[in-house]
């Protein structure tokens, strides 16, 4: 991508100016800092000071140049190149520059690509406290697993896996054996998030 760059100076001399015997403009970059590039435009040449002079005078001026750039270029591969050079003698003293830059190189930074990603949910360990209701009719939960002549269980613990999870620390935690879990639960396979039912030995 290229831009280019408008430059004009009016360079006052200390003597009047004839006629201007040769010229030359280079320029040099100092710096890329915070999307401004910094330098110099160096016109250098001779001039004669009256139309019958025979003799020249030498002329040298550095103008400083400061180019605002867009945030949104990459700058580590520009080249600065001076597509254009015109000058005029405005007055018996003054000289008007006029300059073009062309800035080659420029790139513009990719785009943030935004992913959407799974997050999983954190299980978090719960306790509750509750007191079971037992139907008159045949129902599929847990609880009715245990028969009432078998049991005088009050009081229950749901307890959600957590990573890292495993049975015999849960077992030594709550203080009942794997077969008090057995009847309400499935403990062939625990995985994270599955919830545990375990009766409240102590109030037995």
Do not use: C
């Amino acid at each position: 991508m290229k831009k280019v760059v408008s430059f004009q100076k009016e360079i006052p001399f200390q003597t009047d100016i004839a006629e201007i015997t040769s010229i030359s403009l280079e320029h040099n970059l100092q710096s890329k800092e915070n999307y401004h590039l910094k330098g110099d435009y160096i016109i250098s040449g001779d001039y004669k000071i009256t139309d019958s002079s025979t003799n020249t005078e030498p002329f040298h001026f550095s103008i400083p140049f400061d180019i605002e750039l867009d945030d949104h270029y990459l700058l580590d591969q520009i080249q600065l190149d001076i597509s254009d050079f015109y000058y005029e003698i405005k007055n018996e003293n003054t000289f008007v520059a006029n300059i073009e830059m062309t800035i080659d190189g420029l790139r513009e930074k990719p785009l943030m690509e935004v992913r959407e990603e799974k997050v999983e949910p954190i299980p978090v360990s719960v306790e509750e406290k509750i007191v079971p209701v037992i139907k008159e009719q045949e129902d599929s939960s847990a609880f009715d697993q245990v028969k009432d002549d078998s049991s005088n269980y009050s009081t229950y613990h749901i307890y959600i896996v957590r990573e890292g999870d495993q049975l015999e620390n849960i077992l030594i935690n709550y203080h009942v054996s794997r077969e008090d879990l057995e009847p309400y639960n499935d403990l062939n396979e625990l995985k994270v998030g599955d919830k545990l039912i375990i009766p409240d030995i102590k109030n037995e």
